[in-house]
């Protein structure tokens, strides 16, 4: 059973006589016979009723090979105009998944500005923790993955990764906090506030409780948030105080709707933004171009705190 055989079996179903088949098909009326009786030979079985063969009447095998050959050109076609986009590179899709906080404040510049040299790519956006995200590219749920992660280098035997940027994450409190307009704030002042905790099943919280503990201290904690707009209002209406990453503050900042504090003493916390993807991924046009695009714009860095 090959395509060809298969693309005679649907166009005779189609028109329901062999000689408008073998003119859609630029072949012979006994080429097209010769297809047909080829292929109940390869399969053994009887497609046509043969009564009515020249109207294409399809007997009970029949009917169960026009649900799997309908598929199967489908696919052939999908498979061809995959590789055509391949060629061109200005259409197709591709989906990736990032965090929250990347997705809000720092991926729609980027999107934007890739929609503007591809108009044609449809893009499917996913946002969880990181965890997940890897899970989802092993599982080949999307292409790509945007992870944030505490060290610039992230490495797997099956995945590759590339640094597109870096940001800061900062003590945040609300305006009305006693520390928000302090010029010298000590680890100690911080330590008798209670934190508001974001992305603990991420790797964003463990980094931050990891670097207290290493210099000896612990946090008390309140509140567990997963939505980071949560934590934000949760911290305007001064409930206590927390570490966020920068990018997702700038507004508040600069509405002065939530204050930045400046720790004496405390190291820089780094977040890494990686794009991660399959090692055997199909670059597809649409995927080549993406892959391309990142690495050749390295779309943002914010070294440290405004």
Not at 12 to 36: D, G
Not at 115 to 122: A, I, K
């Amino acid at each position: 059973m090959d395509i060809k055989q298969l693309e005679v079996f649907n166009t005779i179903y189609k028109h329901k006589n062999f000689s408008n088949a073998a003119k859609e098909l630029f072949i012979s009326q006994p080429t097209v016979s010769a297809h047909i009786k080829s292929l109940e030979e390869d399969l053994g079985l009887q497609l046509f009723n043969r009564k009515n063969k020249a109207m294409g009447n399809l007997t009970d095998a029949g009917k169960i090979l026009y649900q799997y050959s309908t598929q199967i050109l489908s696919l052939v076609k999908e498979a061809e105009a995959s590789l055509a986009n391949y060629k061109q590179g200005h259409s197709g899709s591709l989906s990736l998944v990032t965090s929250h906080s990347f997705c809000y404040w720092v991926l729609p510049k980027i999107l934007e500005k890739f929609s503007h040299l591809y108009p044609s790519v449809d893009i499917i956006l996913h946002t969880e923790f990181t965890p997940k995200m890897i899970e989802m590219v092993y599982n080949r749920e999307v292409h790509f993955a945007i992870a944030r992660t505490s060290t610039p280098d992230f490495s797997d035997d099956l995945l590759r990764s590339e640094l597109i940027g870096q940001d800061p994450s900062v003590f945040v409190v609300s305006p009305h906090h006693r520390l928000a307009d302090a010029t010298d704030v000590s680890i100690e002042d911080i330590l008798q506030e209670l934190f508001i905790v974001y992305g603990k099943k991420s790797s964003f919280w463990p980094q931050i409780e990891s670097m207290f503990t290493n210099m000896g201290y612990t946090l008390k904690t309140g509140m567990e948030l997963n939505d980071i707009n949560a934590v934000k209002k949760m911290i305007e209406i001064n409930m206590g105080i927390s570490i966020l990453p920068q990018i997702s503050v700038q507004n508040e900042l600069e509405n002065g709707t939530i204050k930045m504090v400046k720790v004496e003493g405390f190291p820089q916390i780094m977040r890494y933004s990686n794009l991660i993807y399959q090692k055997d991924l199909i670059m597809t046009g649409a995927i080549e171009n993406f892959v391309k695009f990142i690495h050749d714009t390295k779309p943002y860095s914010l070294e440290g705190p405004i």
